[in-house]
């Protein structure tokens, strides 16, 4: 199991009228999670892009348990459980910092997807490897 910790202060342009969180934020704050923890990984969108792999978002799913506000200091987990094969799931826990407590949970499933051909493919094999060594070394 490999982890990331992304945080994120919420803007005042992200929350509704009733001062929480609108609920496709959300979404977005897996996205930026889940990029950064790929980067940390050495493992840049970009780079894959460049290299003719794209990954759409296959399956998603959310879980919106207590909300957030504006000015919340929110860690966003990113976690993968297993070895990336021709899709990767990742999966989410939201909390505000210093909190236990669980704001949002959920997962995404992207698949490794050729660009010239629109053809799922394998994980790259830097991308598995990668994957493979941060796993040993939790």
């Known amino acids: 199991m490999i982890e990331h910790v992304y945080t994120h202060r919420v803007r005042y342009r992200e929350v509704d009228p009733m001062g929480l969180v609108y609920h496709t934020h959300y979404l977005d704050y897996f996205e930026a999670a889940r990029t950064e923890f790929l980067r ?50 990742i999966d989410y826990e939201v909390r505000r910092t210093g909190e236990d407590l669980m704001l949002v949970t959920g997962h995404v499933s992207l698949c490794f997807v050729d660009a010239q051909r629109r053809r799922p493919i394998r994980a790259p094999a830097d991308f598995r490897r990668l994957f493979a060594e941060s796993n040993q070394t939790d």
């Open 40 to 89: 940390e990984m050495g493992l840049a969108y970009k780079t894959l892009e460049d290299a003719g792999v794209i990954m759409p978002v296959v399956d998603l799913a959310v879980q919106y348990k207590r909300p957030a506000h504006y000015d919340d200091l929110l860690e966003i987990l990113a976690r993968v459980r297993q070895l990336p094969e021709t899709r990767i799931r």
